[in-house]
C-alpha cells in the first residue's frame, strides 16, 4: 500500500470529575464539556503498591453533547471513546493558549453511583459565564438528527466525526495505561 495510515484513537473509563457545562457557537452548535479521571494502580521496585491518576478534558458536541449534559454529573463512571485534539487560541490580552482534549465520538454511562444528571438546562446556565470560546463546525446547525450527528469534513476548528449514541456494553474494552506518566493538563474551566 502506498499510503500511509495513521490512527488517533482515545478510550478512558473513568469518574466525572466536573460537571457537564454547554455552550453554544456562533452558529447554534452545542459544545459540552466535562473533567474526567482515571486511574492506574501499580507496585514498584520495592513492591509498595503506587498510584498515579491522570485529568482529561472532554468535549462532546451537539447532539451528544445533549446526552452527556442530561445524563451525567460528578462521581459518575463512564467510558468514553474519541480522539485527541489539541485546540488554540488567542485570549483578550493577546496570549496564544494550547489544550489538548478528548473530542468525545461515543459516551457510555456506566455505574451513576445513584445520581441524577445535572441536565442541559443547568448545564447551559453553567455555561453562560464562560469566557472562552469555541469556533463553530463550518456545515453543523443547531438542530441535529438525534440518532447520529455527521459534520461536514472542513471544519474550520478541525473537528469533524459521525457520533451515533449507544447503550452501555455488556462487557467494558481493557484499557491500556501508558508506560511513562503523562503530566496533568490545564484546567478546561
Known amino acids: 500500500m502506498s499510503s500511509s495510515r ?26 459540552c ?9 501499580w507496585k514498584d521496585a520495592s513492591g509498595s503498591t ?13 447532539k451528544l453533547a445533549e446526552i452527556c449534559a442530561q445524563i451525567l454529573s460528578v462521581g459518575m463512571a463512564v467510558y468514553i471513546e474519541g480522539e485527541l485534539r489539541t485546540r488554540t487560541w488567542v485570549d483578550g490580552n493577546g496570549v496564544r493558549h494550547y489544550r489538548t482534549e478528548i473530542k468525545a ?10 445520581k441524577k444528571g445535572v ?8 455555561g453562560v459565564n464562560l469566557e472562552e470560546g469555541f469556533e463553530a ?18 471544519a474550520s476548528n478541525g473537528f469533524n466525526s459521525e457520533v451515533t449514541p449507544t447503550t452501555q456494553p455488556s462487557t467494558p474494552p481493557v484499557i491500556k495505561q501508558p508506560e511513562t506518566p503523562v503530566s496533568e493538563g490545564d484546567s478546561l474551566f
Open 105 to 114: 465520538l461515543d459516551m457510555k454511562l456506566l455505574d451513576s453511583k445513584n
Open 50 to 62: 503506587q498510584e498515579r491518576t491522570e485529568f482529561h478534558n472532554i468535549v462532546a458536541w451537539n
Open 33 to 41: 464539556t466535562f473533567g474526567l479521571a482515571t486511574n492506574s494502580i
Open 119 to 126: 441536565g442541559v438546562d443547568a448545564a447551559k446556565k453553567a
Open 6 to 31: 495513521s490512527l488517533n484513537k482515545v478510550m478512558l473509563i473513568g469518574n466525572l470529575t466536573r460537571n457537564p457545562v454547554i455552550k453554544s457557537t456562533n452558529s447554534e452548535s452545542l459544545v
Open 137 to 154: 463546525e463550518e456545515g453543523v446547525s443547531g438542530t441535529t438528527n438525534s440518532a447520529a450527528v455527521s459534520n461536514s469534513s472542513n
